[in-house]
């Protein structure tokens, strides 16, 4: 990304992530920290950049669309489109489509059900992939046999844990790395940094869908039914 790094010099510290603070949030109103063409930081966001397998919000910022969210280290770099005409120092409303990012929550979380299911129940296979979108969730596994013979175990222990309709914790475990992990009582603790829904319940339903991708190498594929 062309120009980038003189957005650094311009920081005394990394964009605030309110979509850890409160991921329900949708609307927001904040500063331009710096402009380069057209990228720009926030001194506050809601706006989730792809990481961890996570998708990127769909979203604007003083009403100019997010073409690309990026994050390095611990800033994001937000690619508007041409014209925007923001100033650092400019108060800006930010907006994302929640829709999406309610879906992807869920999704998210679904998939953490679904892979920590799999690791304490089954030997804690390799995990050599994960993407959640709006649309799905998937994780690809070593795995030497047809997986979908581990659904049943999975559908039910998912659909157990999701109609108990559990807190989930999200939290810091080095704020200064901003490290995060999700915890539900009695399940597990898992390191995550993404955006999480606030109880089980909210997942709903579940359909899960084999898709192999070659020789020792099985994917779950996760809809919301």
């Keep these: 990304m062309p120009g980038v790094h003189h957005l650094t010099n311009l920081r005394t510290m990394p964009v605030h992530k309110l979509f850890w603070d409160d991921p329900y949030l949708a609307e927001i109103e904040t500063v331009v920290t710096g402009v380069d063409g057209n990228v720009v930081t926030l001194q506050d966001t809601i706006a989730y950049a792809f990481s961890g397998g996570q998708q990127s919000d769909d979203g604007t910022i003083g009403g100019c669309r997010i073409v690309q969210a990026e994050k390095r280290g611990l800033e994001i770099y937000y690619t508007l489109d ?127 869908k084999r898709d192999r991708q070659g020789k020792n190498k099985e994917r779950i594929e996760i809809y919301l039914a």
Aim: proline share 4%; aromatic share 10%; charged share 25%.
């Design 82 to 208: 041409e014209g925007h005409g923001l100033r650092t120092g400019d108060r800006v409303p930010v907006a994302i489509d929640w829709e999406k990012r309610y879906r992807i929550m869920k999704l998210h979380f679904a998939a953490e059900v679904i892979l920590e299911l799999v690791n304490q129940y089954f030997n804690q296979p390799e995990k050599i992939g994960a993407n959640i979108t709006s649309e799905k969730a998937r994780i690809d596994f070593v795995w030497a046999t047809n997986i979908s013979e581990i659904f049943p175990v999975l559908e039910a222990k998912a659909g157990a844990l999701i109609a108990a309709n559990k807190p989930i914790q999200s939290a810091f475990s080095d704020v200064a790395k901003e490290i995060r992990y999700w915890r539900i009582e009695g399940f597990g603790q898992v390191p995550c940094g993404g955006t999480h829904i606030r109880t089980t319940g909210e997942i709903g339903a579940l359909r899960l």
